[in-house]
């Protein structure tokens, strides 16, 4: 099994485990996913390189419209967690 493969099975047992894997500048970093998502809607895109700063830097790649999809999507779902988490 090679580097990339081996890091994929740790990125899939660390999602059973209920945990994410996500990049930052010093390396990958684990976390609880039901704790990751607690925080601010800036910081989760922030934190999986979605704000809107980190994407439209990134103009040479294609991928980049997609990318910020993902923020517009997750900031939508986040306020609707945040309001049921509010009239729970």
Do not use: C, S
């Not at 047992?13 to 990049?23: L, Q």
């Not at 039901?34 to 934190?47: A, N, R, S, V, W």
């Not at 986040?78 to 988490?85: F, G, M, P």
Request: net charge neutral; hydrophobic share 40%.
């Amino acid at each position: 099994m090679n580097k990339k493969e081996k890091f994929r099975d740790m990125i899939l047992k660390k999602e059973k485990e209920g945990k994410v894997v996500f990049m930052t500048i010093e390396g990958p970093a684990i976390a609880d996913l039901e704790e990751f998502i607690k925080q601010p809607t800036e910081g989760l895109l922030y934190d999986l390189n979605r704000d809107r700063v980190t994407v439209l830097t990134l103009l040479d790649d294609p991928k980049w419209v997609n990318d910020f999809a993902v923020g517009l999507v997750i900031t939508k779902l986040k306020q609707h967690y945040d309001r049921e988490k509010r009239e729970a």
